[in-house]
């Protein structure tokens, strides 16, 4: 296997969560894994771009994240690849995301999956309104106009 191994530093990023979202807040989370789990996602064999949170009880779980099996490990541990994990968080941080989860069209996203300085995997949740049709062609206008700005203001 020619992966490289990542200590530290962003693992995935979900780049569609922003455009399908407009994301208000951000908060950033641990998750509860297993060692194999942590040792595949160092290797960066991980999709988040179809995640979301839910809520189940009291707690919040990050659900439809796909992390890979390693192939060389794969005989000797069995984990469910799309199994809901739960997230770490403080008490009131987690009874501000259930209230913000009851408003109407609020969803919780992943946006980012990453290490920390000190080694530990975070995840940065956005709090996000889903945008309609126009919204999404606005979003596409800015992008634009922002390479052509660029590109003019290169030349000058």
Same mark, same amino acid.
């Given at each position: ?54 809520? &189940? #009880?009291?707690?919040?779980? +990050?659900? *439809? /994240?796909?992390?890979? %099996?390693?192939?060389?490990?794969? $005989? ?41 300085? &000190? #080694?530990?995997?975070?995840? +940065?949740? *956005? /709090?996000?309104?889903? %945008?309609?049709?126009?919204?999404? $062609? ?19």
């Amino acid at each position: 296997m020619a992966r490289q191994i990542i200590k530290s530093g962003q693992v995935s990023e979900n780049r569609k969560a922003r455009f399908n979202y407009s994301i208000d807040d951000t908060i950033e989370a641990g998750l509860s894994l297993t060692g194999a789990e942590i040792k595949s996602i160092r290797y960066g064999l991980v999709t988040i771009v179809d995640g979301f949170v839910q809520r &189940r #009880g009291d707690n919040l779980f +990050l659900a *439809g /994240v796909e992390i890979q %099996k390693l192939p060389t490990a794969a $005989r000797i541990v069995n984990f469910d690849e799309r199994r809901s994990r739960q997230l770490l968080l403080h008490r009131n941080q987690i009874n501000r995301l259930i209230g913000k989860l009851q408003e109407k069209g609020a969803t919780i996203v992943p946006l980012k999956l990453y290490f920390n300085n &000190r #080694g530990k995997l975070k995840v +940065l949740l *956005g /709090v996000g309104y889903g %945008k309609n049709k126009v919204d999404k $062609r606005e979003t596409i206008k800015q992008r634009e106009w922002d390479k052509n700005k660029a590109r003019i203001l290169k030349g000058r």
